[in-house]
């Protein structure tokens, strides 16, 4: 969650108005991406203890479920 709204907030910074507007297209698709490599892995490994795990919270935001 910190890391999106670091990339999404960095083109404000420089000033950049399209970059901003193209990071709030590409980057939700490559977290989502990302997301679901990595749990894929983490349900392979950990099994049933992360799958429990995963139903608790949600993906991008833990304490949002």
């Known amino acids: 969650t910190g890391a999106f709204l670091t990339y999404a907030a960095l083109p404000l910074f420089f000033?950049?108005?399209y970059s901003f507007a193209a990071s709030l297209l590409i980057l939700p698709a490559a977290f989502y991406r990302r997301?679901?490599?990595e749990e894929a892995q983490l349900l392979s490994k950990l099994g049933k203890s992360y799958e429990d795990y995963r139903k608790r919270t949600g993906k991008l935001i833990p304490w949002i479920g």
Do not use: A, K, N, T
Request: no cysteine; glycine share 34%.
């Open 35 to 37: 997301i679901g490599v």
């Open 15 to 17: 000033g950049s108005y």
